[in-house]
């Protein structure tokens, strides 16, 4: 088992920043590939962005991609997500999840955090 647990979610105007940060404990982190997923009021869960085990490889969606970084520390057991020029579009509840191989498909992660809300405001 792994659990993960996500924090730095809050209230951020439009154009600022947050970086969200998701603690693993259990199994041995560095095992896992990691993701980060959000779903918005009314919407599916999406993907956002994702890391392979080592960091060396990360992949995003088009929405986020050159705004938001995904990054990881193996001795610290956290994947973080720095969002950078946030719209109100990306207003939602963000989940971090464990995966044995990095990817966007939420059927390959077995792990998931409990969720924590990002609201952007105009």
């Known amino acids: 088992q792994v659990q993960l647990v996500e924090s730095g979610g809050g209230l951020v105007q439009a154009g600022g920043s947050l970086r969200l940060s998701c603690a693993a404990s259990g199994r041995t982190f560095s095992n896992y590939a990691m993701g980060w997923f959000r779903q918005a009021p009314g919407k599916e869960r999406e993907f956002v962005a994702a890391i392979n085990w080592s960091g060396a490889t990360t992949y995003y969606a088009d929405s986020v991609k050159g705004r938001f970084t995904i990054s990881r520390n193996n001795a610290k057991n956290t994947v973080y997500l720095q969002m950078n020029s946030l719209k109100v579009e990306d207003t939602a509840v963000y989940y971090c999840?464990?995966?044995?191989?990095?990817?966007?498909?939420?059927?390959?992660?077995?792990?998931w955090g409990q969720g924590i809300q990002v609201t952007v405001s105009s």
């Open positions: 999840a464990a995966a044995p191989v990095a990817g966007w498909s939420q059927s390959e992660y077995d792990y």
